[in-house]
Nanobody, 115 residues
Framework: QVQLVESGGGLVQAGGSLRLSCAAS????????MGWYRQAPGKQRELVAT???????NYSDSVKGRFTISRDSTKNTVYLQMNSLKTEDTAVYYC?????????WGRGTQVTVAS
């Protein structure tokens, strides 16, 4: 079994910053891509950013230039640094990781950006 646990969400004013973390644990031999998705109320889950095992990032257009994804493969952990937050960034943020060719998801962490 593999578990992903997110942390770092919360309430922040528009223009502020938050840093999310997600640690994978359990029976892990190989972690490939890791990433973050988000889901706002009444909307579909959408890609925020992903990062390959080699460290190549990919961002959605809506966060490019404001968010930075990174990972520490020695700790099986992925991070999302979120700067210049906007009210439209309010959502539940989910971590995902491909572990031994299977996709796993965390339970999510709430990010609320107040105007």
């Amino acid at each position: 079994q593999v578990q992903l646990v997110e942390s770092g969400g919360g309430l922040v004013q528009a223009g502020g910053s938050l840093r999310l973390s997600c640690a994978a644990s359990g029976r892990i031999f190989f972690v490939n891509d890791m990433g973050w998705y988000r889901q706002a109320p009444g909307k579909q889950r959408e890609l925020v950013a992903t990062i390959t095992r080699g460290g190549t990032p990919n961002y959605s257009d809506s966060v490019k230039g404001r968010f930075t994804i990174s990972r520490d493969s020695t700790k099986n952990t992925v991070y999302l640094q979120m700067n210049s937050l906007k009210t439209e960034d309010t959502a539940v943020y989910y971590c995902t990781a491909k572990v031994q060719k299977l996709d796993y998801w965390g339970r999510g962490t709430q990010v609320t950006v107040a105007s």
